[in-house]
């Protein structure tokens, strides 16, 4: 079954005819939704490897954000 997300949609306010905010505001909304991420993994196959090894790689980059976030904090 669908999740709730999918089934309401996406729904973004055009203030004052102003398109281009509204399509900044809609672009940020799907990034934080994954939906960008969604749409490139479901236009090819990717192998359990390829997964696993970025997967891999992500971790990596989320550690070593900490790292540097905890360093700046610890700088100051």
Do not use: P
């Amino acid at each position: 079954m669908k999740n709730d997300r999918e089934k309401a949609g996406m729904c973004v306010d055009v203030r004052n005819n102003d398109i281009n905010g509204a399509m900044r505001v809609l672009k940020k909304r799907m990034q934080t939704e994954g939906v960008f991420n969604e749409m490139r993994e479901s236009t090819h196959y990717t192998a359990k490897s390829e997964k696993r090894r970025l997967a891999k790689k992500a971790g990596r980059r989320r550690w070593l954000k900490k790292q540097s976030e905890k360093e700046t904090t610890e700088g100051n």
